[in-house]
């Protein structure tokens, strides 16, 4: 009766929430992305766990890149606390469309405009783009532009919508994308 009662547990314990793949380490939380292309998609991704690095990685589409970068990181790609989108050439709409229904990305989460993302995004990190996008928001130098106030504007009457822009020295004024 003790060795069935043994093999009970034993085998309950194999099959609840022993694995790893639920474990905060196993994953790489994407912090902020920066994407550009029309036929190839190319983005930098920038991680919560290591600021200083980021990853540039293509693909046919948003999916296939993000698969590349898991399978070049070994782990899979948490997007649903994402703070920053870096929007360089590409078919905004569809993007956005994509973070926010497919990859779950923060109803907060800020939109940016930069012809050079991903060095933008290399050489100023995360925290200071966030804190100057914040900054100019304040200052009215800027309209508020998280995701679904961007994809609004990108689907209403005007088809357009104004986003800070991203440059190597910071944040400047807006610019209108359709």
Known sequence: MLKRMILIMMTAAM????ASSGLVHDKNY???VSVSGRENVEMTLAFFSDEAESLSV???DLDSALRNAEAKTGKPVFTGYTELVILGDCDYRDVLEEMLNNWKVSPSCK????????????KNGTEL???QIK???KQGIVRDSNIVKVL???LGGQQSAELPEA??????????IS
């Open 15 to 18: 099959l609840t929430g022993c």
């Open 30 to 32: 994407l912090r902020a």
């Open 58 to 60: 293509s693909g046919k």
């Open 111 to 122: 939109v940016v405009y930069s012809d050079s993302g991903g060095a933008v995004l290399r």
């Open 129 to 131: 783009l966030s804190g």
């Open 135 to 137: 900054q100019a928001e």
């Open 152 to 154: 609004e504007g990108l």
């Open 167 to 176: 440059e190597m020295n910071g944040i400047s004024g807006g610019i209108m």
